[in-house]
């Protein structure tokens, strides 16, 4: 009977010991509102063990990137590269204009005044520019002293004549400049029958005229331009329309 009670006491003191031992651990696991934590609140252990076990276990994330960096790297769908950029079309050419002819330079300053002010600036040029030939009738040089005697003697006839005194035929007696080829020979017939030696000569010669030249514009096709000289063609003998380049422009020609 002692042995038994003995037991007993011993009994339940294991009984209160493992009591105590059990109780903080339950009630360290359990959530503050009376139920069971969430999984994902529980902090993974330390161990390599258990830290694989979460691993194999974890729910797979989902990935940030947005669907289309998806799309655009599905195989099969290779990105096309960019074609080559169509060459710029090449501006118009600025283009120049020639008017003339002006026989002074004052009757080329006088157009300009009446020309439009969307010409821009306006260049009067100065051009020497061969003319046709005269036909010359004339007794050809002499030695200084011979030819003013003959002079002399020529006009107390009363043919109209006059002495040459510089150039190529210097000291020759003109009887006349004709611009036609018929009246110079006919003229020469004339002085052959007064006994004088002339003869029938080309005088060369040139003319100073005046153009104006200015900047028209950029034209994009010769159908423009030939349009423009048109145009420019009903009021001025020469009309020239170029490329600027090589051309009078005010400031080459200031």
Partial sequence: MKWFVLLLILCNGALWYVGKAVSPASSSAAHPGGSLPRVA???APVDSASSLAAVEFS???QSAAPVDSFESEEPGEPVQPAGPAEPAEPSPALHCVRLGWFESEADARAAVEGMSAGSGQIVVE?????????HWVLIPPQPPA?????FREIQ???IDSYLVTEGENSYAISLGLFESRESAESVLEEKKRQNLNAILAIFPRNQIS???VFEAGRFRSPEQVKAAETDYGENFDLVEIR???GVATPEKNP
């Fill in 41 to 43: 609140t529980l902090k």
């Fill in 59 to 61: 729910e797979p994330q």
């Fill in 126 to 134: 100065r051009i020497e520019r061969p003319r046709s030939p005269l």
């Fill in 146 to 150: 011979q030819a003013r005697e003959a």
């Fill in 156 to 158: 107390s006839r009363g």
């Fill in 210 to 212: 005046y153009a104006l």
């Fill in 243 to 245: 490329p600027c380049e």
